[in-house]
């Protein structure tokens, strides 16, 4: 009788310890696809309004994620006074609006309305402003290097073209349903609302 208490005691711990791991399987398979939802994005952020635009393609680890949830969507609109370009070599920032308030220093917190499309065609891919009036909120060492390296130097009120190499965005990792190709150069018209 007793080997028998001491085998059931064996089972019932063997299960409970098995429940343990399996819940713990589920949150972090839960919590991986919660992250690949969310980009590249952030805390401070309205969770609501857009994804991936923080993804950093060149390091190892997945930065964390700036406005993300709602996927980005393809449509046929093009990004105004723009003409296509098929290639950039390098990072070019073009002041549409020079602003007149603070100018943004590196590692700042910004909050912008930005449109994004891809460069070789003009087609926009995503904007802040199809998720509402609500700007976005992000500290610049959480996006790709075309806007940690391009958005220092704006001045509240100012609104900067930046036409980013492929490199400098996502490279051969687009965000999946973005609309972006492969090794996409890009160009985002990013409008500088306030400066944290």
């Known amino acids: 009788m007793k080997n028998q208490i001491e085998k059931n005691g064996i089972v019932f711990s063997f299960i409970i310890v098995a429940c343990v791991i399996g819940l713990f399987v589920y949150i972090i398979m839960n919590n991986k696809k919660y992250e690949q939802n969310l980009p590249e994005e ?3 952020v309205n969770q609501n309004e857009v994804q991936d635009i923080t993804t950093d393609p060149t390091t ?30 390098n ?9 007149t308030g603070a ?10 309305h930005y449109t994004g499309a891809v460069a070789a065609t003009g087609v ?14 992000f500290p610049l060492g959480q996006v790709i290097k075309g806007w940690t ?48």
């Not at 994620?65 to 290639?87: C, D, G, I, Q």
């Open 103 to 112: 100018e943004v220093k590196a590692g700042a917190t910004v909050s912008v």
């Open 149 to 196: 390296d391009g958005i220092p130097g704006m001045k509240i009120g100012g609104t900067r073209r930046l036409v980013i190499p492929a490199a400098q965005a996502y490279g051969s990792n687009p965000p999946p349903g973005s609309g972006i190709p492969a090794n996409a150069d890009l160009v985002f018209d990013v409008e500088l609302i306030s400066i944290q």
């Open 60 to 89: 190892t680890t997945e930065k964390e994620s700036l406005p993300p949830k709602n996927k980005m969507e393809t449509n046929s609109k093009t990004l105004s006074n723009f003409t296509p370009v098929s290639k950039t070599a």
């Open 124 to 137: 926009i891919f995503q904007s802040s402003k199809d998720f509402g009036p609500t700007p976005v909120t």
């Open 42 to 44: 952030v805390s401070s």
């Open 91 to 99: 990072l070019q920032k073009i002041d549409v609006v020079v602003g």
